[in-house]
Each structure stands twice: as structure tokens, then as C-alpha cells.
T-cell receptor
Framework: AQKVTQAQTEISVVEKEDVTLDCVYE???????LFWYKQPPSGELVFLIRRNSFDEQNEISGRYSWNFQKSTSSFNFTITASQVVDSAVYFCAAKGTYKYIFGTGTRLKVLA | NAGVTQTPKFQVLKTGQSMTLQCAQDMNHEYMSWYRQDPGMGLRLIHYSVGAGITDQGEVPNGYNVSRSTTEDFPLRLLSAAPSQTSVYFC???????????????FGEGSRLTVL
């Protein structure tokens, strides 16, 4: 069975600060996939990134970066120079053979 | 392309009533699933399907039925609604449920259900 833990329920930062959202996953599958989604106040779910278990390279996309470490079962997400528009709930998810399992989400508030 | 379409977007039911949440996708995705979102609980998987004629239970299947007669449609049925089923429901699909072709989930806009 898979499990995804996002221990940070809510984070508040001031605009331009860097912020890291933590994600810890558990799975018995040797091949698995990890995802991050963003849910802005409007409610839709926006896909941000996918990572598979055999690719531990970190990734940077603009102000976003992801740190995947199999040794600690973590897939953390960092926003550099946060902006008010980054305010949202962020979900981490894991998929083994069939099921996509989500964490409980981290609400990020970026204050102007 | 419309992507994933859910109807209705809002629904109020009385306890014991039945209803069906419709979900359709036009991307020829094999994999479809239903989630419910409750405050502080994240997205919890109700049922999923890896192809037409194949369905299986997720994390919170009780009180819900699904069927998958076509690739495009994956309706979620509440046979006897209870207040505990008040939630926002999301349908999602992906290119493939297994293997190296695993893709990200594409979500519908959500359906807000209130059971009185």
C-alpha cells in the first residue's frame, strides 16, 4: 500500500521568501511515480511535475525546483522568491501499479 | 478538447436519495478515477478503472458504486446518500494506469455535493 505524508498543514511566508514544501512517501513498489499538483483558490487541480523512481535527478523550472531523494523517501518542492500568485494548496501524490494516492496537502499563503 | 467533464457542478440531496455524478473524457484515456476532497483530508481515492469493464476500489469506496462500460465514461453512483458524503468530488483520467507510460492525472472541475 502507498502512503503520502505532507506534514506541513499550512505555511505562511512573505513575498520574495523561498519556501520548501515537504513530501514523504511510502511504497512497496520498486517502480513508482511521484507528482506535485497545485490547487489555487479557484479550485481546479493543476499538474506541476512527474518523477519516476529510477530518475533521481533534481529538476528546476523557473522559480520551482524539486528534490527527489530515494534514500529518505522524500520529494520536496521549493519555490524561490515566492509571489502572491503562488498562494494555493499543494498536493504531493504517489502512484505504484494502479492507484494514485495523494497527501493531505499543504496550504501556502504568500503575504504581500 | 474538453478534457474531463463532470456534471453536475453543484447538487443538494436529502439523506437517502440516490444520484449519479457523471464523468466523461475525450482524450481516449484508459485510466479513470474518482476522488473526494474534504477539509484537512486531501484527495481520497474512491474507485478507479484501468479500462472499460474493469473497476476496483480505492481508499474510501463504501457508499459508492461505479461502472465503466465505455472508455469515455465513468459515472459515480450514490445509492443512498448520507451527510458524511457531503464533499467535493473530482473525476480524473490519465493516459495509462501502468508501466512506463504512466502519465499525470487530468482532473475535472469538481462537483460539490451537499447531503442534508
Amino acid at each position: 500500500a502507498q502512503k503520502v505524508t505532507q506534514a506541513q498543514t499550512e505555511i505562511s511566508v512573505v513575498e520574495k521568501e523561498d519556501v520548501t514544501l515537504d513530501c514523504v512517501y511510502e511504497t512497496r513498489d520498486t517502480t513508482y511515480y511521484l507528482f506535485w499538483y497545485k490547487q489555487p483558490p479557484s479550485g481546479e487541480l493543476v499538474f506541476l511535475i512527474r518523477r519516476n523512481s529510477f530518475d533521481e535527478q533534481n529538476e528546476i523550472s523557473g522559480r520551482y525546483s524539486w528534490n527527489f531523494q530515494k534514500s529518505t523517501s522524500s520529494f520536496n518542492f521549493t519555490i524561490t522568491a515566492s509571489q502572491v500568485v503562488d498562494s494555493a494548496v499543494y498536493f504531493c501524490a504517489a502512484k505504484g501499479t494502479y492507484k494514485y494516492i495523494f497527501g493531505t496537502g499543504t496550504r501556502l499563503k504568500v503575504l504581500a | 478538447n474538453a478534457g474531463v467533464t463532470q456534471t453536475p457542478k453543484f447538487q443538494v440531496l436529502k439523506t437517502g436519495q440516490s444520484m449519479t455524478l457523471q464523468c466523461a473524457q475525450d482524450m481516449n484515456h484508459e485510466y479513470m478515477s474518482w476522488y473526494r476532497q474534504d477539509p484537512g483530508m486531501g484527495l481520497r481515492l474512491i474507485h478507479y478503472s484501468v479500462g472499460a469493464g474493469i473497476t476496483d476500489q480505492g481508499e474510501v469506496p463504501n457508499g459508492y458504486n461505479v461502472s465503466r462500460s465505455t472508455t469515455e465514461d465513468f459515472p459515480l453512483r450514490l445509492l443512498s446518500a448520507a451527510p458524511s458524503q457531503t464533499s467535493v468530488y473530482f473525476c480524473a483520467s490519465s493516459y495509462s494506469g501502468t508501466g512506463a507510460n504512466t502519465g499525470e492525472l487530468f482532473f475535472g472541475e469538481g462537483s460539490r455535493l451537499t447531503v442534508l
